[in-house]
């Protein structure tokens, strides 16, 4: 079955850490996102990837680095410089950009800073 | 600055009764809205989605209506399900050149009372 897979579902860190959530996905999708989300609030793009070895800052990048050297995966980093690291973290990916299609999310991580 | 609005943060619909979740947009260069649902601890699974050159579009008992001139789309639930207890994400993109990923309002929870 296509899909995205988001691993860990729930990650706790200590501060002052960093920590790598994996997104990946079997659906031949070009572009890939990444979205948090905080109670009370919708999802804001941290991150996305139109294509192998190239990505861009969305809204709230500061303290959130990715890498995408494969077409199936996207994994996000939250460094230690992210104030406020705890929350619902969202992959998406979708056909290509320019396209009426929708975007796929994967299941999430939650992160918590402990 | 919020470019889409979820005004409303919660809506109660008897089961069987029609639900209207509404949806406001500021910025002129979105051209393709889509209806995401999502249940706690998930991702959002698409719902529906429109394209400006069209005002209505319709997947069973799921509406989306789209007011180019008030900047204004509803997603129109008939009829409602308990199934369809959820919060309800309305987003926003442009379909070619600007900024990719998808703007999403803050969420509205619908709540189906038996």
């Known amino acids: 079955d296509g899909g995205i897979t988001q691993s860990p579902k729930y990650l706790f860190r200590k501060e002052g850490q960093n920590v790598t959530l994996s997104c990946e996905q079997n659906l031949n999708h070009d572009a890939m996102y990444w979205y948090r989300q905080d109670p009370g609030q919708g999802l804001r793009l941290i991150y996305y990837s139109q294509i192998v070895n190239d990505f861009q800052k969305g809204d709230i990048a500061e303290g959130y680095s990715v890498s995408r050297e494969k077409k199936e995966s996207f994994p996000l980093t939250v460094t230690s410089a992210q104030k406020n690291p705890t929350a619902f973290y969202l992959c998406?990916?979708?056909?290509?950009?320019?396209?009426?299609?929708?975007?796929?999310f994967g299941q999430g991580t939650r992160l918590t800073v402990v | 600055d919020q470019q889409v609005k979820q005004n409303s943060p919660s809506l109660s619909v008897q089961e069987g009764r029609i639900s209207i979740l509404n949806c406001d947009y500021t910025?002129?260069?979105?051209?393709?809205f889509l209806w995401y649902k999502k249940y706690p601890a998930e991702g959002p699974t698409f719902l529906i989605s429109i394209s400006s050159i069209k005002d209505k579009n319709e997947d069973g008992r799921f509406t989306v209506f789209l007011n180019k001139s008030a900047k204004h789309l509803s997603l129109h639930i008939v009829p409602s399900q308990p199934g369809d207890s959820a919060v309800y994400f309305c987003a926003a993109s442009v379909l070619w050149g600007g900024a990719d990923g998808l703007t999403f309002g803050k969420g509205t929870h619908l709540i189906i009372q038996p």
């Open positions: 998406a990916s979708r056909v290509r950009r320019g396209r009426g299609t929708e975007a796929f």
């Open positions: 910025n002129s260069m979105f051209d393709y």
